[in-house]
């Protein structure tokens, strides 16, 4: 795949989201963070969502090295997490408008 998320104990039952690159083991991008879940079930449903996300916002799947750290991976890591039932789209749409159809 080229890039992957590590997801750990973050604060109290809060857990962090970091992607990174497994061909040059650097990380990169924004810090996410989920409440009240298992990190392997968080890694299982951020990797489903992820292509959706993209699509949304981009009309295709992106590779997230591709993307700046604070607007667009920013922006699709957030969306992701509303995808995949993590986040309310309501929160999503305060910050980065409703969707468009």
Same mark, same amino acid.
């Given at each position: 795949? =080229? ?6 104990? /973050?604060? =109290? !039952? &809060?857990?962090?989201?970091? #992607? $990174? %690159?497994?061909?040059?083991? *650097?990380? #990169? +991008? ?7 879940? !298992? %990190? ?5 449903? $951020?990797?489903?969502? &992820?292509?959706?996300? %993209?699509?949304?916002? $981009? =009309? /295709? *799947? ?5 993307? +700046?750290?604070?607007?667009?991976? /920013?922006?699709? +890591? ?6 995949? =039932?993590?986040?309310?789209?309501? *929160? ?10």
């Amino acid at each position: 795949m =080229g890039w992957e998320i590590l997801v750990g104990q /973050h604060w =109290g !039952d &809060w857990k962090a989201i970091v #992607f $990174f %690159c497994n061909t040059a083991d *650097e990380a #990169f +991008g924004p810090v996410l963070s989920v409440k009240d879940y !298992d %990190c392997d079930y968080i890694k299982t449903r $951020f990797y489903e969502a &992820w292509p959706e996300a %993209c699509i949304e916002i $981009f =009309g /295709h *799947e992106r590779d997230p090295r591709s993307m +700046g750290p604070h607007d667009d991976l /920013h922006q699709v +890591g957030r969306l992701t997490l509303v995808l995949a =039932g993590f986040d309310e789209r309501e *929160e999503y749409d305060e910050i980065y408008g409703p969707e468009v159809e």
